[in-house]
């Protein structure tokens, strides 16, 4: 009879572990999408401000390049919120990012990007 107790309560154990551990990866990736948006939503303002001073002709080209990466960003961010609201985005999205870096065009924003790329030490 304990070999049945036993043997009863182990898929239980299993699956409150597993779904804390989907719920944990959750988590993180929620903060990681909130600090990717923070750190946009930064950029973003650091651009109007510079925009607005290149209006007074007080900013440098060197800002001005900045400003006009972070409007690609932006751009680019509208421009994958426009599949979000299509049907069957979980697919469609990420299948658009792999054939796009397949190609070799990046086409999320700078902060929704990690910079670890696989080195090719042989």
């Known amino acids: 009879m304990r070999v049945w107790k ?9 699956l409150r572990i597993s779904k804390r551990r989907n ?6 990736s ?4 909130k600090i990717a948006l923070a750190q946009e939503r ?10 607005k001073r290149y209006t007074k002709r007080d900013a440098s080209a ?6 006009n990466q972070q ?7 509208l421009g994958i919120g426009i599949f979000a609201i299509l049907p069957f985005a979980p697919i469609t999205i990420p299948l658009m990012i792999k054939v796009g870096r397949w190609v070799g065009v990046e ?6 990007v990690d910079d670890k790329k696989p080195s090719n030490k042989q």
Do not use: C, N, W
């Open 62 to 67: 060197e800002e001005m390049r900045i400003a």
């Open 107 to 112: 086409i999320l924003p700078s902060a929704f």
């Open 42 to 51: 930064v950029e973003t303002r650091a651009m109007l401000s510079i925009y």
């Open 6 to 14: 036993h043997f009863h309560k182990v898929p239980l154990r299993v």
């Open 30 to 33: 929620m903060v990681k999408v």
């Open 23 to 28: 719920l944990i990866r959750l988590k993180r």
């Open 71 to 77: 409007f690609v960003d932006i751009l680019k961010g």
